[in-house]
């Protein structure tokens, strides 16, 4: 995984499949708990799947500013960084 698009791309995926979302309900703005429907167990899950995609441990407090999809992508992107 080299840039945002290529990160955003996967996290739509995975957004789609485990929480089974419309993908034309998933763009960078959404917000994950109001626009998706994402509830705080759904998060964890979440973390799960970037922690497999990206191979870093990932810190929780890292994701507590997160709340749309191109925050996620952001903070991917500073793992991988």
Known sequence: ???Q???YQKIAKVLEELFEIDPDDIHPEANLYQ???IDSIDAVDLVVELKKMTG???RPEDFKS???VQ???T???KLLG
Do not use: A, C, F, G
Request: hydrophobic share 40%; aromatic share 0%.
């Open 71 to 73: 925050d996620v992508v």
């Open 56 to 58: 870093k441990k990932i």
């Open 35 to 37: 626009d998706l429907d």
């Open 66 to 68: 997160v709340r749309t």
């Open 75 to 77: 903070e991917v992107e």
């Open 1 to 3: 995984m080299s840039d």
């Open 5 to 7: 698009e290529e990160i």
